[in-house]
């Protein structure tokens, strides 16, 4: 099936650094989710894109929805700790068969040194 | 959080036989999905519903039904377990199809020896 492509697959830093990621794809998407997930735990959604071009902040994330509607990416500022987890990118279709179905990028591993 | 939770959380079952998750949603969302998620895969879509009776299948729903005979209710069978099926399962709901975000359940570990 369908993948977003997201990268890095994985991530070491240390407190207090900048984190960027991205997803790619060759669809387009009507919206564009970012989904954090903690060992054990379900999928918690971080941010929400609608619109080509939209740039949305929650806090230390920032995320944008790519002009061509065929990417994303999501950045997360002066890193802490519990910034540890899983980041899936998300795209959501409003049309053909795919319609209504998420397609989910194979994460990325954050983790964060004191 | 739109009160999800899925039982059992864990489960260990041999080859061959039946199994049964459940999902329970308490926020009346007309759409459920259940996604299974393997290291290297992220989530992939096994079936969803959009309604009472009413479901369709995802990108990886051989070896899988459903059933859904309750709003609040989406039940996931595997009608006879194979080590392959060994993942994480997750439930999800929305009150839109398109527009509004999908909410995870805690998920169901099981184990298929």
């Known amino acids: 099936g369908q993948q977003l492509n997201q990268s890095p697959q994985s991530m070491f830093i240390q407190e207090g650094e900048d984190v960027s990621m991205n997803c790619t794809s060759s669809?387009?998407?009507?919206?564009w989710l970012w989904y954090k997930q903690d060992p054990g735990e379900g999928p918690v959604l971080l941010i929400a894109?609608?619109?080509?071009?939209e740039l949305t902040s929650n806090g230390r994330l920032t995320a944008q929805f790519g002009i061509t509607r065929k990417d994303s990416f999501l950045n997360i500022s002066a890193s802490i700790p519990s910034d540890v987890g899983i980041y899936f990118c998300a795209g959501l279709r409003a049309g053909g068969t795919s319609y209504g179905k998420l397609t989910f990028g194979q994460g990325t591993i954050l983790t964060v040194h004191p | 959080d739109a009160g999800i939770t899925q039982s059992p959380r864990h489960k260990v079952t041999e080859t061959g036989t039946p199994v049964t998750l459940r999902c329970h949603q308490t926020e009346n969302h007309r759409y459920m999905y259940w996604y299974r998620q393997d290291p290297g895969h992220g989530l992939r879509l096994i079936h969803y519903?959009?309604?009472?009776?009413?479901?369709d299948k995802g990108e990886v729903s051989d070896g899988y039904s459903v059933s859904r005979s309750k709003t609040e209710d989406f039940l996931l069978t595997l009608e006879s377990a194979t080590s392959s099926q060994t993942s994480v399962y997750f439930c999800?709901?929305?009150?839109?199809?398109?527009?509004?975000?999908?909410?995870f359940g805690p998920g169901t570990r099981l184990l298929v020896l």
């Open positions: 894109l609608y619109k080509a071009g």
């Open positions: 999800a709901t929305s009150s839109d199809r398109v527009r509004e975000t999908q909410y």
């Open positions: 519903s959009y309604g009472v009776k009413d479901t």
């Open positions: 669809s387009i998407f009507n919206t």
